[in-house]
């Protein structure tokens, strides 16, 4: 799962498309839009998802690191997350930080020195 949502350029990003909206024709605006729909639904249910594995097996520093993914520049995974998800998700990466705070790390889930 990791790496589909790692994937170079983005996840269900369509690298043929025109950039501007004024050179598409109908097709190619309609594909666009379903392409930005399956983004919005997929990409926060895959990160969400994967953040459950991870925190349900014990994987908390990994669990805490899928922030950074999403905030990663290069494949815009925060651009398919609404208002909502967002604090849905960033909810369940505080829940990952307490866990490690637990164990006696600090809130990334390193060793204290």
Do not use: C
Request: proline share 4%.
């Amino acid at each position: 799962l990791k790496q589909v949502l790692n994937f170079p350029g983005g996840w269900l990003m369509d690298e043929n498309a025109p950039e501007e909206d004024s050179m598409m024709d109908d097709e190619e605006a309609k594909r666009k839009s379903e392409m930005q729909a399956l983004r919005a639904d997929l990409i926060p249910q895959t990160f969400l998802l994967l953040h459950s594995v991870l925190h349900n097996t014990g994987q908390y520093q990994a669990a805490i690191s899928l922030a950074n993914l999403l905030a990663d520049e290069s494949t815009a995974n925060y651009a398919a997350f609404s208002k909502e998800k967002i604090k849905q998700f960033l909810g369940k990466v505080r829940e990952s930080s307490v866990a490690v705070l637990d164990e006696g790390k600090d809130p990334w889930g390193f060793q204290k020195p």
